[in-house]
C-alpha cells in the first residue's frame, strides 16, 4: 500500500451526502487533505483525517489555472509525496494527475477496492446511493466497475 492518500474535497464530500465516510477510514485507514481541501469542505473532520499543506505554492498557483483551489492543492501535495496515491473524480483534476503521472482512484475506485478488501459486501447500492444526490457516472463505466466488482 501507498505512504499516502491524498483526497480531494469531492470524495469526502460524497461519502459523507452517502453516509459512508465510514468506507474510506476502512479502506485506507488514514486519509490527507490540504487546508484547501478542508476549507471547502467546510464540517468537523474525523480524526483519521490528517491535514497537510502543500509547500510549494508557486506550482499550486500554476494547477489552479487549470483546476480549481482544493483539486490544484491536492494535486501540489501529491507531487510532493511521490509514494500517494490522490482520490480525484473531476476530469480536468484526473487529466492534470496523470499528465503529472501521479497515481489515482476515484469514488468509485474507492468502492471497488472496499468491496476488494470485503470492507462492504457490494457496490451496487453504494452506486445508486450515488445516483441520488446527482453523482455523475455513465452507464458504460457503472457496468464496468460492478464487472470488476463480480456483481
Not at 505512504?3 to 459512508?20: G, H, N, R, V, W
Not at 471547502?40 to 494547477?63: C, R, S, V
Not at 476530469?91 to 471497488?112: F, N
Request: with cysteine; proline share 4%.
Amino acid at each position: 500500500m501507498p505512504d499516502y492518500i491524498i483526497s480531494d474535497t469531492s470524495c469526502i464530500i460524497i461519502f459523507s451526502k452517502i453516509d459512508a465516510l465510514e468506507i474510506l477510514f476502512k479502506t485506507y485507514s488514514e486519509i490527507i487533505i490540504t487546508p484547501e481541501v478542508a476549507k471547502e469542505y467546510g464540517k468537523k473532520l474525523p480524526d483519521w483525517i490528517k491535514i497537510i499543506a502543500a509547500k510549494n505554492k508557486e506550482k499550486q498557483k500554476e494547477f489552479e489555472e487549470l483546476v480549481d483551489l482544493g483539486e490544484a492543492s491536492a494535486i501540489a501535495l501529491a507531487v510532493e509525496l511521490p509514494e500517494s496515491i490522490l482520490i480525484i473524480d473531476d476530469k480536468r483534476g484526473r487529466r492534470l494527475a496523470h499528465k503529472l503521472k501521479l497515481d489515482i482512484t476515484g469514488t468509485l475506485g474507492t468502492l471497488l477496492k472496499a468491496k476488494n478488501q470485503k470492507i462492504i459486501p457490494e457496490i451496487k447500492p453504494y452506486i445508486d446511493k450515488l445516483r441520488q444526490i446527482n453523482y455523475r457516472i455513465t452507464k458504460v463505466i457503472e457496468e464496468e466497475v460492478l464487472r470488476k466488482a463480480g456483481e
